[in-house]
């Protein structure tokens, strides 16, 4: 997984669209919201560079974890040998680091199997328990 689509899989995750990110997050030199969005949109193409400040700034709108997004960034700048493998949910980008919290129960999610949380098999089997 690239650091920009862990992001946008965290947004989604969120239930945020890129106009509320880019309406929650301070950048500096400061931006208009369409430069703003289209700055979002290129983070989460892999285009745009991720800062430590960017990181920042997208943790405080919606949850990620910054170990992940940093392990994320030197995964793709060193190669897989360099890096230890963060386990990300390929559905909602959840990890240990950040899990899914019931609603209900304010309980963490697991893994249901190598990259996927419960609360992702959870959406495909509603009547499960
Ligand atoms: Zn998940
Ligand atoms: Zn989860």
Same mark, same amino acid.
């Given at each position: 997984m690239t650091p920009g689509t862990y992001l946008a899989k965290r947004r989604h995750a969120a239930g945020l669209s890129i106009d509320d990110v880019a309406a929650l997050v301070s950048t500096s030199p400061r931006l208009g919201e369409i430069d703003r969005r289209a700055w979002i949109d290129r983070i989460e193409k892999d285009v745009a560079a991720i800062s430590p400040d960017v990181a920042a700034a997208l943790a405080d709108a919606f949850p990620i974890s910054r170990r992940v997004l940093q392990q994320l960034i030197d995964l793709r700048s060193? #190669?897989?040998?360099a890096v230890e493998l963060p386990r990300i949910c !390929?559905?909602? #980008?959840?990890?240990e680091f950040d899990a899914c919290l019931?609603? !209900?129960?304010?309980t963490a999610c697991a893994w249901a199997s190598e990259d996927l949380c419960t609360s992702c098999t959870g959406k495909d089997l509603p009547d499960a328990a």
């Open positions: 060193y #190669g897989s040998g !390929l559905d909602c #980008g959840c990890t019931d609603p !209900l129960t304010g």
